[in-house]
T-cell receptor
Framework: SAVISQKPSRDICQRGTSLTIQCQVD?????MFWYRQQPGQSLTLIAT?????????ESGFVIDKFPISRPNLTFSTLTVSNMSPEDSSIYLC?????????FGPGTRLTVL | DAKTTQPPSMDCAEGRAANLPCNHS???????VYWYRQIHSQGPQYIIH???NNETNEMASLIITEDRKSSTLILPHATLRDTAVYYC???????????????FGTGTKLQVIP
């Protein structure tokens, strides 16, 4: 299984600011996925990040709000821009391993 | 991905077997059944998966009906640490050169009671 780390593990941010979340994998992977989990809800896919190309966003998510970088095969970042309290969620990255999807520990974001 | 249906919540006494059902009546022939669990505020953890045969690993057993329209995840001796939300997902297995999005339903919140 892949070992995935995320930074920061949690943060409290002010409205209107931006936060960049980092995701590091211990092996090279083609695709990385970013999910959002709002309080009390299930996971929702934000976008899929392929190294060397622009991320593919799901309906309801746009690049201006959630820009993603994928500079190499083990790393990705997700930025939550111009934050509002509605962005308070857990953000998770995941990768597809040989057997199954594997998930990072998540970043808990609170926007005041 | 095929849609799955799970009960929203279940209780299980500590030490007893926890049987978590999942309906996936529209599953395709090449889609596997995967189970994940999410312990409070952590990332989802892979548990087990199967195509049509029953599967067992160190964490759980997976029983898939012959018509593949439903399955049951069995935790043989539930402990308090098994309290979590359990997600049943159906998807094709990993394909070289491609990928498939994973869609999560609402899952089953399992509460293990002392």
């Amino acid at each position: 299984s892949a070992v995935i780390s995320q930074k920061p593990s949690r943060d409290i941010c002010q409205r209107g600011t931006s936060l960049t979340i980092q995701c590091q994998v211990d092996s090279q992977v083609t695709m990385m996925f970013w999910y959002r989990q709002q309080p009390g809800q299930s996971l929702t896919l934000i976008a899929t990040a392929n190294q060397g190309s622009e991320a593919t966003y799901e309906s309801g998510f746009v690049i201006d709000k959630f820009p993603i970088s994928r500079p190499n095969l083990t790393f990705s970042t997700l930025t939550v821009s111009n934050m509002s309290p509605e962005d308070s969620s857990i953000y998770l990255c995941s990768v597809e391993g040989q057997v199954a999807m594997y998930f990072g520990p998540g970043t808990r974001l609170t926007v005041l | 991905d095929a849609k799955t249906t799970q009960p929203p919540s279940m209780d299980c006494a500590e030490g007893r077997a926890a049987n978590l059902p999942c309906n996936h009546s529209t599953i395709s022939g090449n889609e596997y059944v995967y189970w994940y669990r999410q312990i409070h505020s952590q990332g989802p953890q892979y548990i087990i998966h199967g195509l049509k045969n029953n599967e067992t690993n160190e964490m759980a057993s997976l029983i898939i009906t012959e018509d593949r329209k439903s399955s049951t995840l069995i935790l043989p001796h539930a402990t308090l640490r098994d309290t979590a939300v359990y997600y049943c997902i159906v998807r094709v297995a990993r394909r070289t050169g491609g990928y498939q999005k994973v869609t999560f339903g609402t899952g089953t919140k399992l509460q293990v009671i002392p």
